[in-house]
C-alpha cells in the first residue's frame, strides 16, 4: 500500500529534472527487475511489486535484504510509465559514472551525435552488449540515459554497457584516437571497405551528424543500397546496427 | 477552418476500426505528404495544412488538383497524432490490395511473424525499400499496415514495399519456396553460412517465432555474439536489418 505522498515522490521521477536532481531513476518490468535483483541489487532504493512477484522470488528478495512494498495491480498503474504495467516497479540509484577511457586501438565504439529517441538509445544499448561493446558515448544533446523509455528499451543491457557524455573533439583527445568513422551518405562502401578497431560516428535521426563533428571524421562510410533506391537513409539504430554487424564480422 | 463534424470525422481515423470502415487512412508531416503529392496525388482524398505550407507548395497542389483545406496550427493539433504536429496533415484511400506472388528464387524477403511494435514495422519498411525489397509478408497478427505510427516510421517507405499479410504456410505454398531461413538463437552463423535468395522468418519481439512456423524454418540463422555475451536478443527490427544487410553484402 502506498500514500499519497510515495505515489508523488515517485511519479515525480517521471521527470528528467526530478531524476537528476534525486540521482535516481525508474526501472520496471519483471525481466528488467530480476536482472538487478540478481546482478546489481545495491542499486535498487526502493521495490514495489505485486504479492505474486513477491511469492514467485521471495528467495531473491530475502538474500539481498531489498525494501520490498507490496501495491495492488491498480497502484502499480498510478506510478508506471508503461502501458500495460507489469507486476514491479523499482526506484534505482544512478550508476557510477564511466571515465572517457576505451582502448581504440583494439575494439571499434559508437559516438551518438544527438540521437533525440529513447527507443533508439535503449536499442543502440542492446546491440552494443550484444557486439561486445563496453562503453558507448554520445553528445551532450543525446537522449537521456536514464529516460525510462531507454531503460525499458535496453532490456537491461543499460547495467552492462557504460555511457559516457562528452564531446567528440574532447573523446578524440583523450584517447588519441586516430580512426574516426562517420555513417554517411556519400562515404566509402561498407562491404568493401577494410574496417579497422576505431570510432563511428552515428549522426541525429533527421539531420546527420553535425557540421562541427564531421570535420572530425576521417573515414566516412555508406551502407550500400539497392539501385534504384528512393528511400532517403535508414532509422539512425538500425544504420548503426548494421555498421557494428560488419565491423564485428570483419574483426573478430 | 474545420467544422465540428470535420474534426470528429477526421479523428475517428486516429482508431484501428474505422479505418477498415472507410478505408482510409491518415499521414503526417510535410516529408510524407510532399512524396504524397509527388508520385500518388490519386491516394489522397482530404489534405489539411497550413497557409504557409500551402504558399510553399502551391504549384504542386494546383498541379494536382488537391482538395486542400487551410487549417491553423491549433486546428492540425487536433486532428494529428504527432507531438509536435507539422505543418501538413492528409487523409488517403487504402492503397490496392498486393497479392501474395514474389519471385522468391532470384530475391529475399522477409516474413515477420507477430511483429507488434508499429516502430518496429514502420522502420522494416524503411529497411526493405532501401535493400530493394519490393514485397514484405506479415502473419494476421503483425501491427496493422495503415497504422499512423507505421506510417510515421516509414518515411515515406510505405508507399513504396507493398505489404501482404498471410500465413506461412499459404506464402510457401502459393511461391514454392524452398529456402526458409529463420533468426534464432541456435542456428548456423549468419556471417559463414553461404546465403541464397530465399524467405526470412523474423519473430514477435518477447516471443520469436511461433512454434507452427517454426516447423517450416529449414535454415535456421543466428547473429553471432561477442563472447561472454549476456543480452539475450536483439531487438527484432534491428535483427531483421543486419539480416538482410548480409544478405544484400552476399547476394549482390
Not at 6 to 19: F, G, N, P, Y
Not at 133 to 139: A, E, G, W
Request: hydrophobic letters at 40%; glycine letters at 6%.
Amino acid at each position: 500500500m502506498l500514500s499519497k505522498n510515495q505515489v508523488s515522490e515517485i511519479r515525480a521521477l517521471h521527470q528528467k529534472k526530478q531524476r537528476e536532481l534525486k540521482r535516481q531513476f525508474i526501472a520496471e518490468g519483471v525481466k528488467t527487475i530480476l536482472e538487478l535483483l540478481t546482478h546489481y541489487p545495491q542499486l535498487i532504493s526502493g521495490l514495489y511489486g505485486t504479492d505474486e512477484f513477491a511469492d514467485q522470488h521471495a528467495k531473491l528478495l530475502k538474500a539481498n535484504s531489498i525494501p520490498f512494498t507490496s501495491i495492488r495491480p491498480s497502484e502499480l498503474e498510478r506510478i508506471s510509465l508503461l502501458e500495460k504495467p507489469n507486476q514491479v516497479f523499482a526506484v534505482c540509484n544512478y550508476l557510477n559514472e564511466p571515465n572517457l577511457k576505451f582502448n581504440f586501438e583494439s575494439h571499434f565504439s559508437l559516438y551518438l551525435d544527438e540521437i533525440r529517441d529513447p527507443g533508439n538509445l535503449g536499442t543502440l544499448l542492446r546491440l552494443a552488449d550484444w557486439y561486445g561493446i563496453s562503453k558507448l558515448f554520445c553528445s551532450e544533446g543525446t537522449c537521456e540515459f536514464y529516460n525510462p523509455k531507454v531503460i525499458q528499451a535496453s532490456m537491461g543491457a543499460f547495467l552492462r554497457v557504460e555511457v559516457v557524455y562528452t564531446s567528440l573533439t574532447r573523446l578524440i583527445s583523450e584517447n588519441n584516437i586516430t580512426t574516426v568513422y562517420g555513417a554517411l551518405l556519400n562515404g566509402a562502401n561498407l562491404y568493401r571497405e577494410k574496417l579497422q578497431p576505431g570510432l563511428i560516428v552515428i549522426g541525429n535521426e533527421a539531420n546527420g551528424i553535425s557540421s562541427e563533428n564531421l570535420s572530425l571524421v576521417n573515414r566516412p562510410i555508406t551502407i550500400p543500397a539497392a539501385p534504384g533506391n528512393k528511400t532517403e537513409s535508414l532509422n539512425a539504430a538500425m544504420a548503426a546496427g548494421i555498421i557494428c554487424s560488419e565491423f564485428f564480422r570483419q574483426l573478430q
